[in-house]
């Protein structure tokens, strides 16, 4: 099983709202990351947990808050988005600890619509 | 820094071959990766290649590494209309994945 799941597919908020995105994976992995994709653009990487600790976090704005309460749960909290943050978050899990050699196996993505 | 080149756009018939191709920058990379992306959905792995490998191939895929130009292709035999998509190579770099900016396959019937 290589699947990782995300909720909701679609999320549609104000920019006073606060809403969370959800992701997770039972394979056992112990990366899980974060990235950002607009319309016709690569992925962007925002934050990678290692062991449930953040090892990485690529200069992203207050408003995003990740969370990763265990192994196999990672959470996006938003607050006071812009419109600009309108985006596809996708979340993808490695094995181990973020190395050179781990795949990452990526969800389907939610598309974020902030108004 | 990092740099993975991509042509944007690529159309073939259905049933010929489809040849996308890739440029990485990074010489430590260990793994070379192929993504597909379907409309509004994730990136699903197609196939990955280890950096002392020349070939790999996978059913319909193959994929060519040429280390010394740092080069990457993917090859898709018979092209059908199913896969129709973007299709990112990424390079592992320091544990990060570095995109390209990604291939848009138009298959024709």
């Known amino acids: 099983d290589t699947e990782v799941t995300q909720t909701p597919k679609h999320l549609v908020m104000g920019m006073t709202n606060k809403k969370s995105l959800k992701c997770e994976q039972h394979?056992?992995?112990?990366?899980m990351y974060w990235y950002k994709q607009k319309a016709k653009k690569p992925p962007e990487l925002m934050f990678v947990?290692?062991?449930?600790?953040?090892?990485i976090n690529e200069s992203v704005p207050s408003r995003f808050s990740p969370e990763c309460p265990n192994s196999s749960l990672l959470n996006l909290h938003l607050h006071a988005l812009q419109p600009e943050d309108s985006a596809l978050y996708l979340c993808?899990?490695?094995?181990?600890?973020?190395?050179?050699?781990?795949?990452?196996?990526f969800g389907p993505g939610t598309r974020l619509t902030v108004l | 820094g990092e740099d993975v080149e991509q042509s944007l756009f690529l159309s073939v018939r259905e049933g010929d071959s489809s040849v996308i191709n890739c440029t990485y920058t990074?010489?430590?990379?260990?793994?070379l990766y192929w993504y597909k992306q379907e409309p509004g959905a994730g990136l699903q792995l197609l196939t990955y290649?280890?950096?002392?490998?020349d070939m790999k191939q996978d059913q319909r895929l193959t994929v060519l590494l040429n280390k010394k130009d740092k080069h990457l292709s993917l090859r898709i035999a018979d092209t059908q209309t199913g896969d129709s998509a973007i299709y990112f190579c990424a390079e592992s770099s320091q544990g990060n994945l570095i995109f390209g900016k990604g291939t848009k396959l138009s298959v024709k019937p």
């Open positions: 394979m056992g992995h112990r990366a």
């Open positions: 993808a899990s490695s094995q181990e600890g973020a190395r050179l050699t781990d795949t990452q196996y």
């Open positions: 290649i280890f950096s002392n490998m």
């Open positions: 947990y290692s062991y449930e600790k953040l090892s």
């Open positions: 990074d010489s430590s990379s260990t793994y």
